[in-house]
């Protein structure tokens, strides 16, 4: 029976619909590169986000109006898988993502959770017999329970440690039941408050050799699918193990990780890192380890993580400009790790807020498609380091020169004349770019 009665399967009618549950840019079918929209994109839904939240926030109660509210436990479970299976034909996206505990509920023990967590797989699994969707990631949630409250791999607590890894070895056998292509761990409290009462070494130490046990048991029941790092700043704790790409990065080369962690790169959590969403996504791609994106964006006149659906087009086009360049997502995606405001708290308002999103990133795919084949930035950055291209340059590069060949090359010198990096002008060209391609597709 349609939970969402009010809304049909959601079809592209171009940029003149006023239709809101319509794509306007959006078209699964139409190539670019050689590839589907629907191919290159790989659009996610996010359970936690979609299905279980209720709009709380600091200052206020749940609002949100869902049908399924008036059940519980494996009964109001059961219900939300249905809307799902629902709302993602509607929106014919072909991947969903979940942490465990939004699926079914907590029990009054691991065994309790674990049935529970059961029943919905075999349930999940039936649905995905018959639907195009499938499962992008799943992961644990190992940061809202009490048991977590000086973190999980990182607590002070090996009790709380071996909860943990009970959760995440769980969470590793419904990978492979329901046939995740990736599996992610967010270290939701996986950092510290104050130096005064922590070993950070153990804590470091004993969070490498979680992930060392992870990989381990990944091998031993042959789940294949890519192991992901999502990181995040500042939220819940002020020193994030885990603030930015960068410093993950430097945590897995450290102890022996890297090899088998690529990283989910969320635009919320670049913000709060201080860094742009593009940056994040860059410091990941020349690493080779850009293996999946949450999809949203921040508030900047809010210091927290808001979550909001992607809207801003100037920056769809430049993590997709990245993610071209990174040759795809592989087995990632497009996430939207993305809520609806505690003000939109009608049913159809999941539905618009995905429609924009993926109309979003639909109009940055095209316009950086259209940067990379003109070779827009490529050919300036070039021309920027083209003194590193021959002469001493090209011996830095190639690692010929010294301390004492710079030193006489420079004596040499009379002067030095830098050039401008031309921010404005390639600024005013991706304005250019975003406009022509809006026009191109309205013709």
Known sequence: MAVFKDVERIQYEGPTSKNSLAFKYYNPNEQVNGQSMEEILRFSVAYWHTFTAGGED????????????HLQGLDLAKARVEAAFELFEKLDVP???????DIAPAGSSLRESNQNLDVITAMIKDYQKTSKTKLLWNTANLFTHPRYVHGASTSNLADSFSYAAA????????????????????GGREGYESLLNTDMKLEQDNMARFFHMAIEYANEIGYTGQFLIEPKPKEPTKHQYDFDVATSLSFLQAYGLADHFKFNVEANHA?????????ELRTARIHGMLGSV??????????????????????????????????GLGS???????????TSFEPIDLFEAHVA?????????KVAAKLIEDRVLDELVEDRYSSFKEGIGLDIVEGKSSFRQLEEHALGLTEIRPRSGKQEKLKGIINQYLLETMQSVKA
């Not at 600091?58 to 509210?69: H, Q």
């Not at 990632?332 to 405001?341: E, M, Y």
């Not at 999103?357 to 795919?365: K, Q, S, W």
């Open 357 to 365: 999103g993926m109309d979003c990133f639909a109009v940055g795919l």
């Open 271 to 279: 913000t709060l890192a201080g860094h742009t969403f593009e940056h």
């Open 58 to 69: 600091p200052f206020g109660s749940a609002v949100m109006e869902r049908p399924w509210l």
């Open 294 to 327: 949450d999809a949203n964006q921040g508030d900047p006149l809010l210091g927290w993580d808001t979550d909001e659906f992607p809207t801003d087009m100037y920056s769809s086009t430049l993590a997709m400009y990245e993610i071209l360049k990174n040759g």
């Open 332 to 342: 990632g995606g497009l996430n939207f790790d993305a809520k609806v405001r505690r």
């Open 167 to 186: 959760q995440v070895k769980k969470g590793l056998e419904m990978g492979k039941e329901l046939g995740s292509e990736n599996y992610v761990f967010w």
């Open 95 to 101: 991947y969903f993502c979940f942490h465990d505990i």
